[in-house]
């Protein structure tokens, strides 16, 4: 069982930047961040192939974010710049056990990113 762990979350004021780190314990495929309000539903936000080549994001943060793996590492990163107050969420990292699965097996407990006006 791999598991994944965020880090990098906190408080910054609108139209700053945070860096969020997720560490696998172990070799994991596609991986992704996601978001979540209270009372709404978790929302994807950028995901990333197993090799890197292929990355995707949503149309919230396109052009702001930016995703990244370092596989010697086991980690991946997620770059945010020009951040909004509607960014603030908590924010998950979600990993593939297998390259031709859909399913996000491996999530982390979350990462709090809030974001000031």
């Known amino acids: 069982q791999v598991q994944v762990v965020e880090s990098g979350g906190g408080l910054v004021q609108a139209g700053g930047s945070l860096r969020l780190s997720c560490g696998a314990s172990?070799?994991?495929?596609?991986m992704a961040w996601f978001r979540q309000i209270p009372g709404k539903e978790r929302e994807f936000v950028a995901g990333?192939?197993?090799?890197?080549?292929?990355?995707y994001y949503s149309d919230s943060v396109k052009g702001r974010f930016t995703i990244s793996r370092d596989n010697a590492k086991n980690t991946m990163y997620l770059q945010m710049n020009s951040l909004k107050p509607e960014d603030t969420a908590v924010y998950y990292c979600a990993a593939k056990r297998t390259l031709s699965t859909s399913e996000y097996a491996y999530w982390g407990q979350g990462t709090q990113v809030t974001v000031s006006s």
């Open positions: 990333i192939s197993w090799s890197g080549g292929s990355t």
């Open positions: 172990g070799r994991t495929f596609g």
